[in-house]
């Protein structure tokens, strides 16, 4: 909650750090990084992890460390240099963000230690623009079990990345050059007339319209407005910070011979402790496309019929397309298997 540390423990499980990335004008953003506490949950079991539109990495108490970065700005660079092209990566400078060497196509500066947040772009809207954006999808969701009369389903971290996904997508292109022009980065778009924590007044009204809605059906949260919901998670930490205590507890480890039957039973427990629900059976490509359809349906009874709907509609049959080939292709492997058997 807001205030609290959440460094170690229970709580540390719980949340998930993530970093945001993107150029100046906001036509390139970098695929959000999001760092668990394991390498792979409950809920991603049945998955292909390389689908997700976010990247996943996993560290012992959810942060971001030396390693993690060194890897993520490795990843850059290798692409940038597959694009042919070179990349300045403005970076806060702290502990887990450590200098790389080798690198061929982007070149990490660092702001001063300590320097005020004013002078970082992300600190000046997009962050706060991402949770804004998640946030809603929350309540929403929320809503819907409520309205309905039905139990509020807990966010697994599959749900969670894909609604950091749609948040992420979600800022703007305005947004994100404007919060680049209040640090202090000059570009040829003029000064921001607005200011990237103030929401448009659409957005505003949305916002009003969800927090009026999710405090009718649980009175105790009237007394919250919806930025501090918002940012109740401002002042957690998100970076690996060593104590005298670790340092301690490193070296003695480093010394002393590994139980291995002691760290079984420590995964164990914390396969256990994970709040991950287990993932119904994988759908058959049959019932897929039975869901698209029953989707299809679905939007066919809305009252508006603009670009948006259509553009839904067409969408949804070039996935059942898809999943009518994948069909029939796993038909004629079929066939060939059991011609040659």
């Keep these: 909650m807001r205030g609290e540390k959440c460094t170690v423990g229970k709580k540390s499980k719980d949340r998930v750090t993530v970093?945001?990335?993107?150029?100046q004008d906001g036509t390139e953003k970098?695929?959000?990084?999001?760092?668990?506490?394991?390498?792979?949950?409950?809920?991603?079991?049945r998955i292909n992890m390389t689908l997700l539109p976010v990247t996943c990495e996993s560290q012992t108490e959810a942060w971001m460390d030396g390693a993690l970065f060194e890897k993520w700005v490795r990843q850059i660079?290798?692409?940038?240099?597959?694009?042919?092209?070179?990349?300045?990566?403005?970076?806060?400078?702290?502990?887990?963000?450590?200098?790389?060497?080798?690198?061929?196509?982007?070149?990490?500066?660092?702001f001063p230690p300590n320097c005020?947040?004013?002078?970082?772009?992300?600190?000046?809207?997009?962050?706060?623009?991402?949770?804004?954006?998640?946030?809603?999808?929350?309540?929403?969701?929320?809503?819907?079990?409520?309205?309905?009369?039905?139990?509020?389903?807990?966010?697994?971290l599959k749900d969670a990345v894909f609604m950091m996904a749609k948040a992420w997508d979600d800022v703007s292109i305005t947004t994100i050059s404007s919060c680049w022009n209040k640090a202090g980065f000059p570009d040829d778009v003029a000064e921001p007339s607005h200011d990237p924590f103030e929401s448009d007044e659409e957005e505003e009204t949305d916002e009003f319209d969800l927090w009026g809605s999710i405090t009718h059906h649980c009175p105790a949260l009237a007394e919250v407005s919806f930025s501090d919901f918002v940012s109740l998670d401002k002042n957690v930490v998100t970076e690996c910070q060593t104590t005298d205590q670790d340092a301690t507890r490193e070296?003695?480890?480093?010394?002393?011979?590994?139980?291995?039957?002691?760290?079984?039973?420590?995964?164990?427990?914390?396969?256990?402790?994970?709040?991950?629900?287990?993932?119904?059976?994988?759908?058959?490509p049959i019932e897929a496309t039975e869901a698209v359809r029953a989707l299809r349906n679905f939007v066919m009874t809305f009252d508006k019929s603009g670009a948006k709907e259509q553009k839904l509609l067409r969408s949804l049959s070039s996935v059942e397309d898809t999943f009518l080939r994948m069909q029939a292709r796993r038909q004629r492997q079929s066939s060939l298997e059991e011609f040659f058997h």
């Design 77 to 110: 660079d290798r692409q940038m240099k597959v694009a042919n092209l070179h990349f300045l990566l403005f970076i806060v400078n702290c502990s887990s963000h450590v200098s790389v060497a080798g690198l061929t196509n982007v070149k990490l500066i660092f």
């Design 19 to 23: 970093l945001v990335a993107c150029n």
């Design 251 to 284: 070296e003695l480890e480093a010394v002393q011979p590994v139980d291995s039957a002691n760290h079984e039973k420590e995964d164990k427990d914390d396969l256990d402790d994970d709040i991950s629900v287990l993932e119904p059976e994988p759908l058959s």
């Design 116 to 156: 005020t947040s004013k002078l970082q772009p992300a600190d000046q809207g997009i962050i706060q623009n991402v949770k804004v954006h998640y946030r809603k999808t929350m309540i929403r969701r929320m809503l819907q079990c409520l309205d309905e009369n039905k139990p509020v389903e807990a966010i697994n």
């Design 30 to 45: 970098v695929p959000l990084l999001v760092i668990g506490k394991y390498a792979k949950p409950r809920c991603f079991r």
